[in-house]
């Protein structure tokens, strides 16, 4: 069985801080892993993915994610915050590229 | 990046009618694409996943007399609420799997809110 798991459901930082925002997976093979970032009242836009090619994927807007097989991790940061940042940002993984499982999404505050 | 687009993006209707909600897919073709429910302030649910030329084939507990998916073109998938009731109303969203299906990612629509009164 496959399934995601966000581990904070609210991440609030200062703008110009550093953004970490956690996803674990749990997966019988090789994942493939997204991040999805969704403004309000808006479609989801892709961040980046991990499919199995460099361990560390950059994405746009200064976001990266590094893959750790052995911790079972997806987690994604940004050196410093932006306020447009502010918005729910999903992890994704999917296995054979049928069916994608959504972790319950993270709402990440960029305060002034 | 490709382009998914849905229409309308927002609609209200009063309990017991229809609605239909549209996904295209603008500068590619999609052999398949998915519909996803978002209950306020939680993730996406799978509905179903809608292949071009057959049956959908819809997620445990999705009644699909209820949520009627058709995708009769590589550029347009339906989907029609039937006899809306309020517990309907939500934030649907479609998306489309853009490249062969071992490498292919997901574009999502804007989403559709729909509000049954």
């Known amino acids: 069985a496959q399934s995601v798991t966000q581990l904070d459901s609210h991440v609030s930082v200062s703008e110009g801080t550093p953004v970490l925002l956690r996803c674990n997976y749990s997966?019988?093979?090789?994942?493939?892993l997204f991040w999805y970032v969704q403004h309000p009242n808006k479609g989801l836009q892709l961040l980046l993915k991990?499919?199995?090619?460099?361990?560390l994927v950059k994405g746009i807007n200064g976001f990266e994610a590094e893959f750790k097989k052995s911790e079972t991790s997806f987690h994604l940061t940004k050196p410093s915050a932006h306020m447009s940042d502010a918005a729910e940002y999903f992890c994704?993984?999917?296995?054979?590229?049928?069916?994608?499982?959504f972790g319950s999404g993270t709402k990440l505050n960029v305060k002034p | 990046g490709a382009v998914v687009s849905q229409h309308p993006s927002r609609v209200i209707c009063k309990s017991g009618t229809s609605v239909k909600i549209e996904c295209r897919s603008l500068?590619?073709?999609?052999?398949?694409m998915f519909w996803y429910r978002q209950f306020p302030k939680q993730s996406l649910m799978l509905m179903a996943t809608?292949?071009?030329?057959?049956?959908?084939?819809?997620e445990q507990g999705v009644e699909k007399d209820k949520f009627l998916i058709n995708h009769a073109s590589l550029t347009l998938s339906t989907l029609t609420v039937t006899s809306a009731h309020p517990e309907d109303s939500s934030f649907y969203i479609c998306?489309?799997?853009?490249?062969?299906?071992?490498?292919?990612?997901?574009?999502f629509g804007e989403g559709s809110r729909l509000t049954v009164l």
């Open positions: 998306s489309a799997r853009v490249g062969p299906s071992n490498t292919g990612e997901l574009f």
């Open positions: 997966s019988s093979y090789s994942p493939s």
């Open positions: 991990y499919t199995s090619a460099a361990t």
């Open positions: 994704v993984v999917s296995y054979n590229f049928n069916k994608f499982y």
């Open positions: 500068d590619f073709q999609a052999t398949t």
């Open positions: 809608s292949n071009e030329g057959s049956k959908a084939t819809y």
